[in-house]
């Protein structure tokens, strides 16, 4: 795996079926990209999607947020235990060259947020909603998708 291509997907540590489903499948779409998919490497859709690239034989990278490489979802590839607690999503944004928000909470607000200041493109699939009127004309997504292939095709398109 010369130069990898890494691909965030951000989401929330727990999800209905709904977003499960879409998380694995978008997971296991970047896998057979052969792109390396980053995440907080906890559950809900951070684990689907692992859990998708695995299906796929991808590589997964999950940058936790404690002190132990336990905590993970077992479908990582790889771990790096930070300590930082929430702090680490600047982590997860940053090793990212392209994101996919999933649904999510306030810790995936601030990866696409972060993401966003970075220049990062960022993809929103069934996630946040901003009126841009009120956040002076800018937009949280490069685009906003209703599906995990739409989402894969428009990052396929940027590199």
Known sequence: MNNPFYVG???SRSCTPEIA???YETGKLVAEQGWMLVCGGMGGV???????AHSAGGITLGILPGNSREEGNPYLSYSI???LGEARNVLVAKTSQALIA???SYGTLSEIA????S????????SWHLDPQLN???????KEVEDPREAIDYIKSLH
């Open 9 to 11: 997907i951000v989401g």
């Open 21 to 23: 489903g879409l998380a």
């Open 46 to 52: 951070m684990e689907q999607a692992c859990r998708g």
């Open 81 to 83: 235990v930070t300590g």
């Open 102 to 104: 999933i649904s999510g």
């Open 114 to 117: 972060l993401a966003n200041t």
């Open 119 to 126: 220049g990062i493109p960022v993809v929103g699939l069934k």
């Open 136 to 142: 002076r004309g800018r937009y949280l997504f490069s």
